[in-house]
């Protein structure tokens, strides 16, 4: 519960280049962007937000939330190493491939989109198989073929916790 006369509301956002604003002024200060890479999450209204362990508050995100900077192969599992310094299982049920091509899963416990970047989707060639006409991945005993969707950000149900294809 807020205070009387206190909000939620901020004018902090993040841009597509991945630069911090609060309003019109850059935010430079490297440890505070840094924490705010890793607070990313959802509200329970389904609004971005930047969340630790005392407080929240919106924030506007542009582009993707978490970015997947690497991952790590470990037999049956793969290790996401995302933006703001986390470090989680891939749920293979929630990739998906965006119109250009990038590949997308869901973080936070299915709450928050992450796009791979470069470097991360190269290192799933080792998982990589023909699958049909198309490209799987092979992760443990079970193949993925991840579908296809218009908006890989769009469709989120916060009582579901994950992206609707489209």
């Known amino acids: 519960m807020l205070r009387r006369g206190y909000t939620r509301e901020t004018s902090i956002r993040r841009d597509r280049s991945g630069r911090w604003f609060e309003g019109e002024e850059r935010i430079a200060h490297d440890n505070l ?8 999450d959802r509200a329970p209204d ?8 005392i407080h929240w508050v919106y924030v506007t995100i542009e582009g993707p939330p978490y970015f997947v900077r690497s991952l790590t192969l470990d037999g049956d599992r793969v290790w996401l190493h995302l933006s703001g310094d986390r470090t989680e299982a891939l749920d293979p049920a929630t990739l998906r491939v965006g119109p250009d091509d990038a590949l997308w899963c869901d973080v936070l416990e299915g709450r928050v989109p992450a796009r ?22 092979a992760i443990g005993a079970e193949i993925i073929e991840p579908p296809r969707v218009l908006d ?7 009582s579901k916790g994950h992206v609707e294809s489209t």
């Open 33 to 40: 962007v840094r924490s705010f890479e890793g607070w990313i």
């Open 46 to 53: 389904g609004r971005f937000c930047l969340k630790n362990d």
């Open 116 to 137: 791979f970047d470069n470097h991360a989707t190269t290192q799933l060639a080792p998982v990589l198989v023909e699958h049909g006409d198309a490209m799987a991945l």
């Open 152 to 158: 890989p950000m769009a469709g989120w149900d916060p």
